[in-house]
C-alpha cells in the first residue's frame, strides 16, 4: 500500500495527485483542478477542467464570471465516487461556507484527505464537516493557537442585538466578508428573532443572491446603498470591512463599527482597526476543534497547508500524530484578499 507521500505532491502551482493527475486548489491555472471552496484563495480561474461541488461551481461562476471559472465543470454531489485515472475521488463537505468540500482520495488501499477550510461549529447556511478516517489528513492551521478558542456565535449574536437596542439612534455597521461570512451573520440574525431587514453594501449583495437561488433562505434585504440615512437609524448593515470605516459608511447615522471574524479576539487588531463592536465569529476551526478533528478522523499523520503549522503539529506530535508542514504560498490570505475584493467592489 503506496504511503500518500508517494503520489501527493507540492509543486509550485500545489498540491499534484500524480495517478490522478490533477491539482488540488491550485495556485494558478492548471488542466484539470479539484477545488475545495470558492474563496479566493482556494479558487482561481483559468483552469481548463474543474471538478467540485455544485454551490462551490455556482459561486465561482458568479465571482469570475462564465467560463473563467473553469472551460469545463463537474459537479460532484456528496459522497458520490468518481473515478480520475487510477484514484478514486469523493467529496464531503467541510462547514466552511456554502459548498465547501473535503476531497477524499484513495490509491491503491492508500486513503488521503483534503480538507481544504473547515469548522465544527454548526452553520445555518452550509453542510456540516463530516469526519473521514484517512491516513494522511491535510488540514489548515488558521487559528492554531491555545488562545484562539471561539465563542458560541449565539453568544456574540446576542451582543449585537443588546448593542442595537442600548443605541437604538445609531446604525450597526458590520463588517464581514461577502462570501460565508456575510450570510451567515444574516441566517444568524433571523434565528435570534431579527426578522426586520438587513441592509447590505452593493458588494454583498450578488452572493446573497447566488445563496437565495441554491435554496438558503436569508429574508428581507434591501440595498443600504441607495437608502436614506433615515432609513438607517437603528438598522443593521453588513458591509466589506474595508468599507466600515471608508467614506462610504459616511452615510450611516453615528455608526456602531463592529466586525466578524476569528481575529477579533485580538484585541489590538480589533483596536488598531477602530472596531467599537468585535464580534468573534469565524468560519474556521478553532485550537480545540482542529485538535479534536485530527484525533476523530484516526489519522497517523497530518500535513497542515498553511497557518500555524508548528503548533498544531506540535500538539499533534504529543499524542502520536506523524506532522509534516507542507507551507503551501498563497494560502491563508483569505481575508485580506477578500476585503481587498470586496473593497474594489465598493468603489465602482
Same mark, same amino acid.
Given at each position: 500500500?503506496?504511503?500518500?507521500?508517494?503520489?501527493?505532491?507540492?509543486?509550485?502551482?500545489?498540491?499534484?495527485?500524480?495517478?490522478?493527475?490533477?491539482?488540488?486548489?491550485?495556485?494558478?491555472?492548471?488542466?484539470?483542478?479539484?477545488?475545495?471552496?470558492?474563496?479566493?484563495?482556494?479558487?482561481?480561474?483559468?483552469?481548463?477542467?474543474?471538478?467540485?461541488?455544485?454551490?462551490?461551481?455556482?459561486?465561482?461562476?458568479?465571482?469570475?464570471?462564465?467560463?473563467?471559472?473553469?472551460?469545463? $465543470?463537474?459537479?460532484?454531489?456528496?459522497?458520490?465516487?468518481?473515478?480520475?485515472?487510477?484514484?478514486?475521488?469523493?467529496?464531503?463537505?467541510?462547514?466552511?461556507?456554502?459548498?465547501?468540500? $473535503?476531497?477524499?482520495?484513495?490509491?491503491?488501499?492508500?486513503?488521503?484527505?483534503?480538507?481544504?477550510? %473547515?469548522?465544527?461549529?454548526?452553520?445555518?447556511? #452550509?453542510?456540516?464537516?463530516?469526519?473521514?478516517?484517512?491516513?494522511?489528513?491535510?488540514?489548515?492551521?488558521?487559528?492554531?493557537?491555545? /488562545?484562539?478558542?471561539?465563542?458560541?456565535?449565539?453568544?456574540?449574536?446576542?451582543?449585537?442585538?443588546?448593542? /442595537?437596542?442600548?443605541?437604538?439612534?445609531?446604525?450597526?455597521?458590520?463588517?464581514? %466578508?461577502?462570501?460565508?461570512?456575510?450570510?451567515?451573520?444574516?441566517?444568524?440574525?433571523? $434565528?435570534?428573532?431579527?426578522?426586520?431587514?438587513?441592509?447590505?453594501?452593493?458588494?454583498?449583495?450578488?452572493? #446573497? $443572491?447566488?445563496?437565495?437561488?441554491?435554496?438558503?433562505?436569508?429574508?428581507?434585504?434591501?440595498?443600504?446603498?441607495?437608502?436614506?440615512?433615515?432609513?438607517?437609524?437603528?438598522?443593521?448593515?453588513?458591509?466589506?470591512?474595508?468599507?466600515?470605516?471608508?467614506?462610504?459608511?459616511?452615510?450611516?447615522?453615528?455608526?456602531?463599527?463592529?466586525?466578524?471574524?476569528?481575529?477579533?479576539?485580538?484585541?489590538?487588531?480589533?483596536?488598531?482597526?477602530?472596531?467599537?463592536?468585535?464580534?468573534?465569529?469565524?468560519?474556521?476551526?478553532?485550537?480545540?476543534?482542529?485538535?479534536?478533528?485530527?484525533?476523530?478522523?484516526?489519522?497517523?499523520?497530518?500535513? /497542515?497547508?498553511?497557518?500555524? *503549522?508548528?503548533?498544531?503539529?506540535?500538539?499533534?506530535? &504529543?499524542?502520536?500524530?506523524?506532522?509534516?508542514?507542507?507551507?503551501?504560498?498563497? %494560502?491563508? *490570505?483569505?481575508? *485580506?484578499? *477578500?476585503?481587498?475584493?470586496?473593497?474594489?467592489?465598493?468603489? &465602482?
Amino acid at each position: 500500500m503506496p504511503h500518500p507521500s508517494t503520489w501527493l505532491k507540492v509543486l509550485p502551482a500545489g498540491l499534484f495527485c500524480e495517478p490522478g493527475g490533477f491539482f488540488i486548489d491550485p495556485l494558478r491555472a492548471v488542466d484539470r483542478a479539484v477545488i475545495t471552496h470558492a474563496h479566493s484563495d482556494h479558487a482561481r480561474p483559468g483552469h481548463r477542467a474543474v471538478l467540485a461541488s455544485g454551490d462551490t461551481l455556482a459561486l465561482m461562476t458568479a465571482r469570475m464570471g462564465e467560463g473563467r471559472a473553469g472551460e469545463s $465543470q463537474q459537479a460532484l454531489a456528496w459522497g458520490d465516487p468518481v473515478q480520475i485515472n487510477d484514484v478514486r475521488l469523493w467529496l464531503e463537505p467541510a462547514g466552511h461556507v456554502l459548498g465547501s468540500a $473535503q476531497v477524499a482520495m484513495e490509491y491503491q488501499g492508500s486513503r488521503a484527505v483534503v480538507s481544504g477550510d %473547515y469548522k465544527r461549529t454548526a452553520d445555518p447556511t #452550509c453542510a456540516a464537516f463530516i469526519p473521514i478516517p484517512c491516513d494522511v489528513f491535510v488540514t489548515e492551521a488558521t487559528f492554531a493557537l491555545p /488562545v484562539f478558542r471561539h465563542p458560541p456565535p449565539d453568544h456574540e449574536i446576542a451582543r449585537l442585538l443588546a448593542s /442595537v437596542a442600548l443605541f437604538p439612534d445609531r446604525t450597526h455597521v458590520v463588517g464581514c %466578508y461577502a462570501l460565508g461570512k456575510c450570510q451567515r451573520l444574516i441566517a444568524l440574525l433571523r $434565528q435570534a428573532g431579527w426578522d426586520g431587514p438587513i441592509w447590505l453594501h452593493g458588494a454583498l449583495i450578488p452572493l #446573497c $443572491q447566488v445563496y437565495e437561488a441554491r435554496g438558503i433562505a436569508l429574508g428581507d434585504m434591501r440595498p443600504a446603498t441607495t437608502a436614506a440615512k433615515n432609513e438607517l437609524v437603528g438598522a443593521i448593515v453588513l458591509a466589506p470591512p474595508g468599507a466600515v470605516a471608508d467614506r462610504w459608511a459616511r452615510r450611516l447615522a453615528d455608526p456602531v463599527v463592529a466586525v466578524a471574524s476569528g481575529w477579533m479576539r485580538v484585541r489590538q487588531r480589533a483596536k488598531s482597526r477602530g472596531v467599537e463592536l468585535p464580534l468573534v465569529i469565524s468560519d474556521h476551526a478553532d485550537w480545540a476543534e482542529l485538535n479534536a478533528t485530527l484525533d476523530e478522523v484516526g489519522a497517523p499523520e497530518v500535513w /497542515v497547508t498553511h497557518g500555524r *503549522e508548528e503548533a498544531l503539529i506540535h500538539a499533534a506530535g &504529543t499524542r502520536g500524530i506523524k506532522g509534516r508542514a507542507l507551507r503551501l504560498v498563497g %494560502y491563508g *490570505e483569505e481575508d *485580506e484578499a *477578500e476585503d481587498a475584493i470586496e473593497t474594489a467592489s465598493a468603489a &465602482t
